[in-house]
């Protein structure tokens, strides 16, 4: 089953890639195969610590002759710069991915890790194809949003 690890050095501030990755409703702003973005929920988290909070969302994917709507729950926890993604409903077998940003620097250092199966065996074989070079796009489009937002 895909699994993917990235880890970079940025330019930017710890605070800046956080809140750049925990806005999820903007998404489909820049992120390639993002179609649609919707927030179900959202709700503080004060077990996680100040400011955590607990976001339920749904992300249209479309690839090809592809289109799903898959939901999540996205954990924020700003205080440890840590954003975690579970599985809610969708295409999907399963889904998990963190982001974890710390300072390094005069920038910053992102992890991004993904582990996800789909349902669909087509699907799943198409994705398999291409996944690591399509995770890249991903991270790098993050990378992108951020040039382009903070300069």
């Not at 992120?31 to 100040?50: D, F, N, Q, V």
């Not at 796009?137 to 040039?147: C, L």
Request: net charge negative; charged share 30%; hydrophobic share 40%.
């Amino acid at each position: 089953m895909p699994h993917h690890s990235e880890n970079r050095l940025l330019p930017y501030t710890p605070e800046q890639i956080y809140d750049l990755v925990a806005d999820v409703a903007r998404y489909p702003e820049f992120l390639p195969w993002t179609a649609a973005a919707r927030i179900r929920s959202r709700r503080p988290l004060p077990e996680r610590g100040e400011g955590a909070e607990v976001m339920e969302a749904d992300l249209v994917i479309s690839f090809k002759v592809f289109r799903e709507k898959f939901g999540s729950r996205v954990v924020l926890i700003p205080g440890e710069r840590r954003i975690e993604t579970e599985y809610l409903d969708g295409p999907f077998k399963y889904l998990h991915s963190f982001w974890e940003v710390e300072p390094e620097g005069d920038g910053c250092r992102v992890r991004f890790e993904v582990d996800f199966e789909f349902r669909n065996a087509i699907l799943q074989k198409v994705i398999g194809l291409v996944f690591d070079e399509a995770m890249r796009r991903v991270v790098g489009a993050f990378e992108t949003r951020a040039r382009k937002l903070y300069g």
